[in-house]
């Protein structure tokens, strides 16, 4: 089986807060890469990051940063400082060789001024 | 180059009608995935093309539901016999690179079925 799995439906915080949207995986496959897209109310999906199985460094972004640990199947994504821009529905997706790229159902995130 | 483009933007339509959506992947992008998203809801993952090679059609929901690539660029998904429950946002994305690359997202279809 293959499925992404994001427990947070919605989470508001005030801008300037840091968030931490979490996402947690499963595949067999032992070579799979992990994906964060952002969703502005615009609609159009924006790739922010894509990690393989096999880099598990953490990555940092300007305000955002990725941890990705494989001994809890998890990728979270966390935002430091958030601004009002952040505001979106952020979809964490896996895929591997034999199957295509499956989302989670997404974290809508909204920052208040 | 020009980013992914999806024709029509909007789409009403009857219940028992049938309805086409085209996908014009990124020149180049050897693969083609077609999503579709409910409002409020994530992302279900309907087909996927890859080159010459047999597409991936596991997420297809019905045998209403169709879809082409012609010469391994143009994609058109066809739904038969629309029902109420197809309406949704349907979405294009295209990726240069084979099973493991970053998708390339069109603005999506939005099909509104009466």
């Known amino acids: 089986a293959q499925k992404v799995t994001q427990a947070q439906t919605e989470i508001s915080v005030v801008e300037k807060e840091d968030v931490t949207l979490d996402c947690v995986y499963e595949?067999?496959?032992?070579?799979?890469?992990l994906f964060w897209y952002k969703q502005p109310p615009s609609g159009e999906l924006v790739f922010l990051i894509r990690?393989?199985?096999?880099?598990?460094q953490n990555e940092i972004s300007g305000r955002y940063s990725w941890n990705f640990q494989k001994s809890t199947s998890s990728f979270n994504f966390t935002i430091t400082a958030s601004q009002v821009v952040d505001s979106a529905v952020y979809f964490c997706?896996?895929?591997?060789?034999?199957?295509?790229?499956?989302f989670g159902s997404g974290t809508r995130l909204q920052v208040q001024p | 180059g020009a980013g992914v483009s999806q024709s029509p933007s909007n789409k009403v339509t009857e219940k028992g009608k049938d309805v086409e959506l085209r996908c014009d992947p990124i020149?180049?992008?050897?693969?083609l995935y077609w999503y579709r998203q409910s409002l409020g809801q994530g992302l279900e993952f309907l087909i996927y093309?890859?080159?010459?090679?047999?597409?991936?059609k596991s997420g297809l929901p019905s045998d209403r539901f169709s879809a082409e690539r012609t010469g391994g660029s143009v994609s058109t998904l066809t739904i038969q016999r629309t029902q109420q429950e197809d309406s949704a946002v349907y979405l294009c994305?295209?990726?240069?690179?084979?099973?493991?690359?970053?998708?390339?997202f069109g603005e999506g279809s939005r099909l509104t079925v009466l």
């Open positions: 994305a295209s990726s240069p690179l084979r099973d493991t690359g970053e998708l390339f």
């Open positions: 595949t067999r496959d032992t070579t799979y890469y």
């Open positions: 990690r393989n199985s096999f880099d598990e």
């Open positions: 997706a896996l895929s591997t060789r034999r199957r295509a790229l499956t």
């Open positions: 020149s180049g992008h050897t693969a």
């Open positions: 093309f890859q080159g010459n090679s047999a597409p991936d």
